[in-house]
């Protein structure tokens, strides 16, 4: 059974920093693409970070440009998100997502077969 679990998320205060965590079992993903994904309340669903198996090449929406940054350590099979200097619109349930064999940027959630049950980050003002 393929599983993804995210850790990492809590409540923390504007400027602040966290690093969440996606640990991946029941197969590895280090050939594949993987992202970390938020949706705030009452919002949709949108991409903050790709990063590509092969190359490690990386994506960033605009918004977190410059404070997040996503990693993958492959032995591991475990997936980062170092965000700092947050803000209070950080506010969301982060999802981390992988699709197998890619080397691809994507920025869909279709384009991801496997997903995490979430975590929730709360940046008070």
């Known amino acids: 059974q393929v599983q993804l679990v995210e850790s990492g998320g809590g409540l923390v205060q504007a400027g602040d920093s966290l690093r969440l965590s996606c640990a991946a079992s029941?197969?590895?993903?280090?050939?594949?693409?993987m992202a970390w994904f938020r949706q705030a309340a009452g919002k949709e669903r949108e991409c903050v970070a790709v990063?590509?198996?092969?190359?490690?090449?990386?994506w960033y929406a605009d918004s977190v440009k410059g404070r997040f940054t996503i990693s993958r350590d492959n032995a591991r099979d475990t997936l980062y998100l170092e965000m700092n200097s947050l803000k209070p619109e950080d506010t969301a349930v982060y999802y981390c997502?992988?699709?197998?064999?890619?080397?691809?940027?994507?920025?869909?959630?279709?384009?991801?077969?496997?997903w995490g049950q979430g975590t929730q980050v709360t940046v008070s003002s």
């Open positions: 990063i590509m198996g092969i190359g490690a090449k990386t």
């Open positions: 029941g197969r590895s993903f280090n050939s594949g693409t």
């Open positions: 997502a992988a699709r197998p064999y890619s080397n691809v940027v994507i920025t869909t959630e279709i384009g991801y077969s496997y």
